[in-house]
């Protein structure tokens, strides 16, 4: 590849499946809670999470 990220999926649970999307939910929450301690959280990071997560960016 050349260095750019690919999209996330439209579909993530269709990607890698419902179970394992549940599981990521936690940590990937853990992430975004340390960002905000070190005051480095972006509306980017928050949407890029949900749309990966497959919530909404009210959601997280």
Known sequence: MDGQSLPPPHDPAGVLGEEALTALRAPAVRRLLALRAER?????????????????????
């Open 40 to 60: 480095r959280l972006s509306r980017e990071h928050v949407r890029l999470a949900g749309e990966c997560l497959g919530v909404s960016e009210r959601t997280v």
